[in-house]
């Protein structure tokens, strides 16, 4: 499950209480959450879904916008990838046998317009993500997210704009 959360502490955590009666209905292994708006200030309560472990990327800017988190079965064997990750980005390695699957989510903030220095970078390390984790030969690999950028190949009834195309041209 992917979900922009648009703020996880808004009105005291209140929505995980959404999470929680989704989950009821689809009992997900992965919950992973963007636009948490989390940063140092934020005081996160001990257990927010039973069963799960929670972990987020904030702002590098310790700014509440933007940010991930993922909520993750404690029962999954998974290790945070924190040497893969950059920015707005957690990546998670799951083991089974000798099959190992990645899954990241990524944010993308808008501010990054297409053509600045910011995006040039965004797309940079993404595509250094994605080589990265080719090279560990992964039975799978899986990146969900807030990529800020519209395609009509992700969306076909949609539009596609300037940051959309060029996510799309990556060599992923």
């Known amino acids: 499950c992917n979900w922009n959360v648009n703020s996880l502490a808004k009105e005291n955590f ?5 999470l929680e009666a989704h989950n009821a209905l689809f009992n997900y292994d992965l919950i992973s959450l963007c ?7 934020v005081e996160i309560p001990a257990t927010l879904l039973d069963n799960y472990t929670f972990i987020s990327k904030n702002n ?3 700014t509440r916008h933007g940010g991930v988190g993922i909520f ?6 998974l ?3 924190n040497d893969l990750g ?5 990546v998670l390695e799951l083991k089974f ?16 317009n297409y053509g600045s220095t ?16 080719k090279s560990e030969n992964p039975y799978s690999m899986f990146f969900t997210g807030d990529f800020n950028g519209h395609s009509q190949l992700w969306w076909p009834g949609g539009d596609s704009t300037p940051e959309g195309n060029k996510i799309e041209e990556l060599r992923v």
């Open 72 to 77: 993750y079965k404690n029962t999954l064997p």
């Open 97 to 112: 046998g000798n099959k190992r699957i990645f899954f990241t989510v990524i944010y993308r903030s808008p501010s990054q």
């Open 60 to 62: 590098p800017n310790n």
């Open 79 to 81: 290790l945070i990838r």
């Open 14 to 18: 209140e929505r995980v209480q959404l």
């Open 35 to 41: 636009e948490t708006s989390l940063n140092s200030t």
């Open 86 to 90: 950059f920015n707005e980005t957690l």
């Open 118 to 133: 910011g995006f040039d970078e965004f797309l940079n390390n993404f595509q250094e993500l994605f080589t990265k984790i």
